[in-house]
């Protein structure tokens, strides 16, 4: 899926996301989100979409969101604005791919329900791990195909149609296994039925 695909994608989802894929994600979201006010300091996410996520952040902590999409964007900033999130310090539009903060910047950086979406998802895994501070964390959530059952059958059969639904059903685990820095430290999962699969990843020193 290359990023004009994504683009499209985005601009259709956006009037609709918050009470369709949005709601199929919400408990996930939230866990995530949960665990993340544990800690301190920075956060980056990355693909914030509509902001269904920011009132959720504790205030002690400095949130940062990117999206590629304007689309996603304008109904994040509406967010920001109207529930005045002070905790969220910047919202920018930017490719994921090549993130315009300097290395070890962000405490935490987290990525829900995106790497099966965007163009080249191991640069966009690298460019996250670059951005964390060595001991921080890199946290993905996302649905991870299946070797074998329903779901499987499922998830090939959709497989095809990754341009047209947004998202790559059949994306695989491995993928997101390629930067020795990271280091995984817990590997969970997610209703509904397991759907998706929390991820946290700590960076270590080179």
Known sequence: MDLKAVLKSYRAWA???DKTFGAVSSVGRRRTIGYLNTLQGRVLEVGIGTGLSLEHYAPHLDVTGIDVSPD???KAQSKVDGQKLDHVTGIHQMDARALDFPDDHFDAVVAMFL???VPEPEKVISEMARVCKKGGEVVLVNHFARDKGALSLAEKAMAPFATTLGWHSDF???RTQGQD????REQSQFPPMGLFTFLRMEKQAA
């Open 15 to 17: 009037p609709i996301y």
């Open 72 to 74: 996603m964007l304008r």
């Open 115 to 117: 790497i099966s979406v």
């Open 172 to 174: 695989e685990f491995h």
């Open 181 to 184: 820095n990271l280091v995984i």
